[in-house]
């Protein structure tokens, strides 16, 4: 069976850490872009963090730039996003993707997009970030 699986999400406080990873089950991700979503009760879903296949290439959303981190080890065949100094505002469903073709290669407008033309989804992994 083809799928990611997300695992890290839970509460944090605010100005604490979080490390969400995104595994590849059935397939390899060598030749994906893998993107990290989110989605809040009544937002649209926004575009966090992508990174190429090689790993060579990332783009942030202006919202987490500067405290979030993306990196990919292929070997493990896992995606992760480490935050740091959360914000209430982070709060959301955090789901992982995978593209290759043409949005592999111009990461930076499947990011903005919201993911068009995606061929995986994982499931999602709740950010809470409260006191």
């Known amino acids: 069976q083809l799928q990611l699986v997300e695992s890290g999400g839970g509460l944090v406080q605010p100005g604490g850490s979080l490390r969400l990873s995104c595994a590849a089950s059935?397939?390899?991700?060598?030749?994906?872009?893998i993107g990290w979503f989110r989605q809040a009760p009544g937002k649209e879903r926004e575009g966090v963090s992508c990174?190429?296949?090689?790993?060579?290439?990332?783009t942030y959303g202006d919202s987490v730039k500067g405290r979030f981190t993306v990196s990919r080890d292929n070997a493990k065949n896992t995606v992760y996003l480490q935050m740091k100094s959360l914000k209430a505002e982070d709060t959301a469903v955090y789901y992982c993707?995978?593209?290759?073709?043409?949005?592999?290669?111009?990461?930076?407008?499947?990011?903005?997009?919201?993911?068009?033309?995606?061929?995986?989804w994982g499931q999602g992994t709740q950010v809470t970030v409260s006191s």
């Open positions: 993707a995978a593209v290759r073709g043409y949005y592999s290669i111009n990461i930076v407008s499947w990011c903005s997009s919201g993911a068009v033309a995606t061929d995986y």
């Open positions: 059935g397939f390899t991700l060598d030749n994906y872009a």
């Open positions: 990174i190429s296949g090689s790993g060579g290439r990332t």
